[in-house]
């Protein structure tokens, strides 16, 4: 097997890579697709938001659960057997979805796509990381950063679009023919490259996961819409920090776990595991808190939304190669510390949002931002998965996988707690000022009433969406001070020293 790394290190088999490049962009971009087309979900199937909000909740959950096995299953079974499995299972999940008569039927269509797409993602970046050698692993990380950045942020603007033009089974439709495709190609010219072990599937493991990471990403998810106060909220919450803490100290007394915690002892990954953590927080600053400004306190369409934050996800997509080159000249730290200085700058234009800023302003800062963002994710990754040993690469690209999906929660779960509290009282705050500045005897009713109370929430909206980029923008310093921290790894796995340059 050491042979074969090899034979693949000096001839990359760019043709699988292609394939299963193509397989995880359509599971990934399957994500975010649907956000959009919820309200006419709802319409159609007469369900209430709490019930189509599962179609999301549920596709994230499922891919929290699945996302941690899929150390195990990368090294239990061939690349080939997982990922003809995998597309298969989102395949049927999409065509399901495209014909669906009723809304339990969508909504387990949604959950077979995801018990597929989950394993997509960590299954790219091992085999990339087992096929390049770790002096090319940043071009090639760079270029994996399309999938990851891009499909995601593209999916509501595309979304928007159908949605506004077509019924949002088309959205499945246009999925289903590209899946198609790739299993086809993925059945006649995939081969295996990773190696695989004998080992055994412990199930406690796979419940304690189930319980641990689905626990804190229902709840995470849910606080920014119920509240923290509401039980199924903190049930859920306490549930999961007791599952992930059971689960640690379980993979820690076994010989071969699920999951292997101890990679944190390198120190490049748990530096880029921190790192990765804090960005992802940030990064759903400006996904979520700018659709809000620009629908609900602007009043533009969901498409004008999407599209404003195109250009921002194309300059992540031309720079993520390009940074992937950079990282192999001059290594992680430089990339961060100026990719974050860009990013830190333009969060703070965003804590200074009015009325009067142009939707082609708002469209520029958001894209320098992305380009900020796009020297960060990748490198910092890519740097702390070099420093372990090639028999961990499963474990690590499980565990960065989980994290990110994990912190994102937090991270929306937080901003959105934050600009409501922010938002409830900002708005008390300016009725109670307008309501002293008004003559008792002509205090206004019905419409004028209506009006005035929709300007106060308008003007406390946009004070809670301020500090919450407020909020995003010291959780940018943090990742700067941490970023100071990066080292670079060498080819042999371990840390360049300034004596060893």
Do not use: C
């Amino acid at each position: 097997m050491t042979t074969d790394i090899q034979d693949m290190h000096k001839q990359p088999p760019y043709g699988m890579i292609v394939i299963l490049f193509i397989g995880a962009f359509v599971a990934i971009l399957n994500e975010t697709l649907l956000n959009v087309a919820l309200p006419s979900i709802m319409e159609e199937f007469e369900v209430k938001p709490t019930s189509v909000q599962w179609l999301t909740n549920g596709y994230m959950l499922v891919n929290g659960i699945l996302i941690p096995a899929s150390a195990f299953l990368i090294q239990r079974f061939t690349n080939r057997k997982l990922f003809l499995t995998a597309m298969t299972l989102f395949t049927l999940g999409t065509l399901l979805a495209a014909i669906s008569p009723t809304f339990s039927i969508l909504l387990t269509a949604r959950l077979i796509q995801a018990a597929g797409s989950a394993v997509m993602m960590p299954l790219l970046m091992n085999v990339m990381l087992t096929a390049f050698p770790i002096e090319k692993r940043g071009t090639a990380m760079g270029t994996f950063g399309l999938v990851m950045i891009v499909a995601p942020a593209i999916g509501p603007t595309l979304s928007g679009w159908i949605v506004e033009h077509y019924d949002w089974r088309t959205l499945f439709y246009i999925v289903f023919p590209i899946s198609i495709i790739s299993l086809l190609i993925g059945i006649f010219k995939l081969k295996n490259v990773t190696p695989q072990r004998a080992i055994k599937l412990d199930v406690i493991s796979i419940i304690l996961s189930s319980f641990g990471f689905g626990g804190l990403l229902y709840g995470f998810s849910s606080a920014g819409d119920k509240g923290w106060d509401h039980p199924s909220v903190y049930i859920t919450l306490i549930v999961g920090v007791i599952g992930v803490v059971a689960l640690i100290l379980r993979q820690l007394r076994m010989k071969d776990p699920m999951l292997e915690f101890r990679i944190f002892r390198y120190p490049m990954f748990a530096l880029s595991s921190a790192i990765s953590v804090v960005l992802a927080m940030a990064l759903f600053s400006g996904m979520i808190l700018i659709p809000l400004y620009v629908q609900t306190i602007r009043g533009f369409t969901p498409f004008e939304a999407g599209l404003l934050m195109l250009p921002g996800a194309l300059v992540m997509g031309i720079m993520s190669p390009i940074t992937g080159r950079l990282f192999d000249k001059f290594g992680a730290r430089t990339l961060t510390v100026i990719g974050l200085i860009i990013t830190g700058v333009t969060t703070y234009f965003f804590t200074q949002l009015d009325m009067k800023i142009t939707i082609t302003s708002l469209m520029v800062i958001f894209a320098i931002r992305s380009f900020g963002m796009s020297m960060v994710m990748m490198p910092v990754m890519t740097n702390g998965l070099n420093q372990l040993p090639m028999d961990q690469n499963p474990h690590g690209t499980a565990m960065s996988n989980t994290l990110q999906q994990v912190s994102g929660a937090i991270g929306s779960a937080l901003l959105i707690t934050v600009m409501n509290s922010r938002t409830n009282a900002k708005a008390e705050a300016l009725a109670e000022e307008a309501m002293k500045n008004i003559d008792p005897s002509q205090v206004p009713t019905g419409a004028a009433a209506e009006q005035m109370q929709a300007e106060i929430m308008n003007e406390a909206m946009l004070h809670g969406i301020n500090f919450s980029f407020f909020i995003s923008l010291l959780i940018i310093a943090l990742a700067f001070i941490l970023a100071l921290f990066i080292k670079r790894v060498g080819t042999d796995g371990k840390i360049i020293t300034k004596e060893a340059k």
